[in-house]
């Protein structure tokens, strides 16, 4: 049965303020690992943290000791280059120690570049093409229709992967499907590999284009733990016939003042001494 | 066989492959409640209408999206169904390449992926409809089994035998006008394991799909003139079955692939491997499209052109005999 971490905290504000700090330890833990795999998708791991340490932590039902327990939601990370940051939150939940991360990217590591479903518990499937998780997402959810099951299943997509033609086809068909069970993320962090994606190929206006879609629209501040709570504690019920996307207003690098919004972030390795600079200002950000 | 599922030799002259697997997915539907069905606007051409007819609720038509048709099915297959998804060979191999290689052979996940319309026989509808690379490109993918069923009766057989397997199977058959190259279905049909059809010690044809009843006539065609062809029905080919392989390398002169595909990547390829691992001193001849964009004409008149039918396979023969080639 569901084993949510934040289960013994009655208290609103105490309840941010956990999920505010699991954010910042999961920051910590990203340029770590980014020091110590000799690089990492920095600007997109820090961006999509405090909406992924809220579902982990407190939205989702899952059971870390039982990884493929049946009625578990489903998580996809189709940004599968956010496993730098997802790893390190299903370690905190419990799917495997934390010490283990220490391997990441090194030969025959469990934990890599992008997410892998073969060696990480918790993962549910293997990404990191672009354009593809939502389809899988859409898959996942059918088949808990079929089976009458009221689970959920969660997708975080980047921004970036809103260009590829393949999840607007996932979008018309969920609409299609009737999948109220499916909740989407846009990580909107404004920006990929080569520049902001309203210079490049642009987005906007990404509700409308979603609403036009046929889905139901919800755009929250990405970096603010209240808001973030207060969407996903109060989404349709899985038995209803719409899907939502949650629009999540992110800056690219958040926390992090040399990193934020800035390309040049989008991948990148880090010494000890810029991590100390890093960890410093995020510690700033943990509430007493 | 499925358990329930007959097929008299009456009803596969009648019957095309995909009206055949239409009818195969409806019993297999009926036996096991986890199959579900998917394609991409065309359940008339392929006759996945039929099980959408029998169970609506676990047939999924994705309109004319192929990349969607392959991440939804591996979405299935991940909460525990089977899906068989179905569209032409061209775009379930090409179209869709990266979802059947990323989300369903390097994920792992049991998706049986039927693709119609394969080789030339989309005739008429020219290369943007013909699948010459699919076998290679399937080939390529760890995981995946690659199954090219040689008529509707092998179709029904092929379907029924990768329910169970734990992992993704691509299975390629034709348009479905082929002619029989099985007069019934009691024989032992085994995933990787293939079919002697007729004995021979001169020359061996290693066929596939619509190759393998033309390789069938022309070993009795040449019967008679004192050339002895042994026919080997390659239904699988991935896993290969390499055993036949060495065993016809070692006792004819003499091996000759037939496939609807370019000779490059495919049955041949995956032959010569085999014989060159194995050290194996015989000649090879690859009949398929010599690696060119097919012309367009109807199905019969392309297998001519290259080779695939009985008549050109005869003469392609009968050249290698007066070259003493064997």
Redesign the interface.
């Known amino acids: 049965m569901a084993q949510t971490t934040t289960r013994h905290i009655t208290d609103r504000k105490e309840l941010e303020k956990y999920l505010v700090t699991k954010a910042a330890e999961t920051r910590k833990k990203i340029l770590e690992l980014a020091r110590i795999a000799m690089g990492g998708h920095l600007g997109g791991a820090l961006s999509m943290v405090d909406v992924t340490v809220a579902l982990y932590h407190h939205i989702m039902n899952l059971d870390p000791k039982n990884p493929s327990w049946p009625d578990r939601d489903?998580f996809i990370l189709s940004k599968g280059h956010g496993a730098i940051a997802l790893d390190p939150i299903l370690a905190q939940v419990g799917f495997f120690p934390e010490e283990k991360l220490e391997t990441f990217n090194k030969l025959d590591s469990p934990f890599g570049m992008h997410t892998n479903?073969?060696s990480t518990p918790g993962i549910?499937?293997?990404t990191?093409?672009l354009?593809?998780g939502?389809?899988?997402?859409?898959?996942?959810?059918?088949?808990?229709r079929?089976?009458g099951a009221t689970w959920r299943v969660f997708c975080l997509l980047g921004d970036g992967e809103m260009q590829e033609?393949?999840t607007w086809?996932?979008l018309?068909?969920a609409a299609?499907?009737k999948l109220g069970n499916l909740v989407a993320i846009i990580d909107r962090n404004k920006f990929t590999i080569d520049g902001p994606t309203e210079m490049l190929m642009a987005l906007e206006p990404l509700a409308d284009k979603l609403r036009a879609f046929r889905w139901n629209v919800i755009e929250v501040n990405g970096q603010n733990m209240t808001e973030i709570l207060n969407v996903f504690e109060e989404l349709p019920l899985p038995t209803s016939d719409v899907p939502t996307v949650v629009i999540a207003h992110t800056e690219k690098g958040h926390g992090v003042s040399f990193m934020r919004g800035q390309s040049k972030w989008h991948y990148g390795a880090i010494d000890s001494d810029l991590e100390a600079q890093a960890v410093q200002e995020i510690d700033a950000t943990i509430p007493k | 066989m499925a358990e329930g599922m007959t097929f008299t030799i009456h009803d596969l002259d009648m019957l095309t492959q995909a009206e055949v697997y239409g009818k195969a997915l409806v019993e297999l539907g009926r036996q096991n409640k986890n199959v579900?069905v998917l394609t991409a606007d065309l359940m008339r051409s392929n006759k996945t209408g039929e099980f959408a007819a029998a169970y609506p609720?676990?047939f999924?038509n994705?309109?004319v999206?192929e990349?969607?048709l392959?991440?939804?099915?591996?979405?299935?297959?991940?909460?525990?169904?089977i899906?068989f998804a179905s569209t032409f060979a061209a775009f379930a191999s090409m179209r869709a390449c990266?979802?059947v290689r990323?989300?369903i052979a390097?994920?792992?996940v049991p998706v049986k992926i039927v693709a119609t319309h394969s080789g030339l026989s989309m005739g008429t509808g020219g290369p943007t409809h013909f699948a010459t690379e699919d076998i290679a490109i399937m080939r390529a993918m760890p995981n995946m089994t690659v199954i090219v069923p040689a008529d509707s009766i092998e179709t029904a057989r092929a379907v029924a035998a990768c329910v169970d397997l734990p992992g993704p199977a691509y299975i390629r058959i034709g348009r479905g006008f082929e002619p029989a190259a099985y007069e019934d279905e009691n024989y032992d049909y085994t995933i990787g394991k293939s079919v002697l059809m007729r004995d021979g010690s001169d020359i061996t044809l290693i066929c596939c799909g619509v190759a393998v009843n033309a390789g069938v006539i022309v070993s009795s065609q040449l019967e008679g003139e004192g050339v002895s062809v042994r026919v080997i029905n390659m239904h699988t080919i991935k896993p290969l079955d390499r055993e036949a392989v060495v065993k016809a390398a070692k006792e004819t002169r003499f091996i000759i692939t037939a496939e609807e595909h370019n000779i490059i990547g495919g049955l041949g390829s995956a032959v010569a491997e085999v014989l060159a691992e194995e050290g194996a001193a015989v000649k090879l001849k690859r009949l398929g499209v010599r690696d060119e964009y097919s012309e367009i004409g109807y199905p019969e008149a392309l297998y001519n052109r290259y080779n695939l039918d009985s008549d050109s396979m005869s003469r392609v023969i009968a050249e290698l005999k007066e070259q003493r080639a064997f």
């Not at chain 1, 939502?134 to 808990?144: D, F, Y």
């Open positions: 489903r479903a073969h549910e499937h293997s990191g093409s354009g593809h939502l389809a899988v997402a859409v898959g996942m959810a059918l088949g808990a079929l089976d033609g393949s086809e996932a018309m068909s299609q499907f | 579900v609720e676990r999924f994705v309109g999206a990349q969607n392959f991440g939804i099915a591996a979405g299935l297959a991940r909460a525990g169904k899906p990266e979802q990323t989300d390097y994920n792992n």
